[in-house]
């Protein structure tokens, strides 16, 4: 595996008030509003301190953004300066031309933030203050008395954003096709300097110290039992999670695992073909890997040794959604077929609605320090395996960005609670495919329970 620098390649402020936040009976002006928030967009209803567990650290939190913040969205989408087309007629030169300019007219014209904003308002959403950094979360407890709970962390192009559709099926089963003894309660944080979440001031946010952020977050809202879950960076902090071994973590579940071998890493970084030996499903993993350590890994090259460079993304919409866009291979060939009016697990609007999220509150830069970040500390490949001791279940999503083989797993896992492979889905699996992520995580962690 190509190290970390080069392959991973892999305030106590809070949003306070809102432009329509009201004060002492009169409302914030625009202008006051973003002087309090030191020009950050986005807004949290300014309540009197509540827990969900009825202790004084945990805050209820509301979005409204102001009128004003998405017709200047707007504004700016219509005076995009576009470049020259591609000079090929494939994405081999990145996102295509045809693709960002339908994304744009869409964005522009037919995008409403409103229903977006309404979904996350629809569901409990809430701050706490976690090592000097205002951590925002979703908490919804079942119904049923025996759920379990389970925190899901998303990555990065990814947000909250992603695990809306699942949270119904999750918490209330029995509404979804599922039995009562399958509920979880949810726990959906925001990585720090992501959404909601604040934005760190210093250096050393790492996986590390997320993980155990986020097992100081389960230990406040009550949790002595509980499971993590994650893709992405979701993978890497569930993962150290289970390194940590927190009281209460019991078991985590990962839909992108880090499984590869370390001659694997090394045959490929030597630039060996890969070995006879190996399986189809290895061999399918090989090609996966090499194509995306060859041309998949300029957004995190950048963002791992370069983020604070990265000063367009917060300037322009455009530039913004083309650089997300720019993930994965497989991902982005999906979008680009919704904007061709074809139908998949994602819609135009579901694509919109993460990247608007990235646009108003201005986290293009301080959610890719997290790159910058981890590079500090670690020298290890993110699909690495780390040598995590407690029970892991992997679900295995055809086009992530690597296909992890079972024959994989069970060396990196020592206690493989579970292992599927789908025939369907890829990175963003459980906001692409909420029906079959859902049944995977009923299925990993019945064991458990």
Not at 207 to 233: E, H, N, P, S
Not at 241 to 246: D, F, G, I, R
Not at 261 to 286: F, Q, V, Y
């Amino acid at each position: 595996m190509i190290p970390f620098d080069a392959a991973s390649i892999l305030d106590r402020r809070r949003f306070l008030g809102a432009a329509a936040t009201t004060v002492a009976g009169s409302t914030l002006s625009l202008l006051a509003f973003h002087q309090r928030l030191e020009a950050m967009t986005g807004t949290l209803t300014d309540v009197a301190p509540e827990s969900t567990t009825g202790g004084p650290d945990i805050r209820p939190f509301r979005v409204h953004v102001p009128d004003a913040e998405l017709t200047d969205l707007r504004r700016r989408i219509q005076a995009t300066r576009w470049p020259s087309a591609e000079t090929v007629k494939d994405d081999t030169q990145g996102v295509q031309f045809a693709t960002m300019q339908k994304l744009a007219r869409y964005w522009a014209t037919d995008y409403d933030w409103r229903k977006a904003e309404a979904r996350i308002n629809a569901v409990p959403n809430f701050v706490t203050e976690i090592d000097g950094l205002d951590i925002h979360f979703i908490h919804v407890k079942s119904k049923e008395k025996n759920a379990l709970p389970m925190i899901i962390t998303h990555g990065w192009p990814g947000s909250i954003i992603e695990q809306m559709k699942v949270i119904g099926p999750l918490t209330n089963p029995t509404a979804y096709g599922g039995k009562a003894e399958d509920a979880f309660d949810v726990v959906i944080p925001s990585l720090p300097g992501y959404g909601f979440s604040g934005k760190p001031k210093q250096a050393g946010w790492e996986v590390d110290r997320i993980a155990k952020a986020w097992a100081t977050l389960m230990q406040r809202l009550g949790y002595t039992r509980y499971v993590a879950q994650g893709g992405d960076w979701g993978n890497a902090v569930s993962e150290v999670m289970a390194l940590q071994t927190p009281p209460g973590l019991l078991a985590i579940s990962t839909n992108m695992a880090a499984t590869v071998p370390a001659e694997i890493s090394k045959a490929m970084a030597a630039g060996s073909p890969p070995p006879s030996t190996l399986s189809p499903d290895e061999l399918n993993a090989w090609k996966q890997l090499d194509f995306f350590y060859k041309k998949g890994l300029g957004y995190a090259i950048e963002m791992n040794n370069r983020p604070q460079t990265l000063y367009a993304l917060e300037d322009s919409p455009v530039g913004l959604a083309s650089w997300m866009l720019d993930h994965d291979d497989r991902s982005y060939k999906l979008i680009a077929r919704v904007f061709d009016g074809q139908k998949e697990g994602l819609t135009r609007d579901d694509i919109l609605d993460n990247i608007t999220l990235y646009w108003l509150t201005k986290t293009a830069v301080s959610s890719a320090r997290l790159y910058w970040d981890a590079a500090q500390v670690s020298t290890a490949g993110f699909f690495d395996p780390r040598n995590v001791q407690l029970p892991v279940a992997v679900t295995v999503f055809p086009d992530e960005i690597y296909a992890a083989p079972k024959s994989w797993a069970e060396k990196a896992y020592p206690k493989l609670l579970y292992f599927s492979k789908l025939d369907k889905g890829g990175h963003f699996a459980a906001w692409e495919q909420p029906e079959i992520f859902v049944r995977e995580q009923r299925a990993a962690f019945r064991a458990v329970r």
